[in-house]
């Protein structure tokens, strides 16, 4: 099923390799298609959205994405809707303090999102050099926001 989306600018890449938003004024559109899970974990359909895609700045489909685009196709792929930027995904969620594979992680007051698969991992795009792939929540330089879940 193909979607439209409006794939707004969310994060610039600083010296630290973090995420920080920018201006939706940036948008573009774009055509994304999801197919959505079926049966899988929430970690298989990470890992294989993550092998078909690279990070680029502002990017989303099915090519290239950054944090909030991968966060929000993954999540569309489970049967989730969550919206575009780090923010907007931080208001529309429930923050849990009990984490389970699924939930979204951020960091640094919502500058980066990973889509949290349990044990202490997720699978996120960083930057164009470490990119997208599966890691520990706590190789991101700076201080977990929260956990948030979605229904």
């Known amino acids: 099923m193909k979607k439209t989306l409006l794939a707004v600018t969310t994060a610039a890449l600083l010296t630290t390799g973090i995420a920080a938003p920018v201006h939706e004024a940036d948008a573009v559109r774009q055509t994304v298609t999801y197919k959505k899970a079926s049966g899988n974990s929430v970690a298989s359909v990470a ?3 993550a092998a078909k895609r690279i990070y680029k ?3 989303n489909n099915n090519y290239a ?4 685009a991968f966060a929000q196709q993954v999540m569309s792929a489970v049967g989730k809707r969550v919206p575009r930027t780090t923010h907007a995904q931080i208001k529309a969620g429930r923050r849990v303090y009990n984490p389970q594979a699924g939930d979204l992680v951020f960091f640094n007051r919502g500058t ?3 889509v949290y698969i349990g044990n202490g991992q997720m699978v996120d795009a960083l930057n164009p050099v470490e990119g997208v792939k599966e890691r ?6 700076g201080t977990i926001t929260g956990f948030y879940r979605y229904y």
């Open 57 to 59: 700045y502002g990017a």
């Open 112 to 114: 980066h999102v990973g």
């Open 47 to 49: 890992r294989s959205i």
């Open 65 to 68: 994405v950054d944090c909030s």
């Open 136 to 141: 520990s929540i706590y190789y991101i330089n």
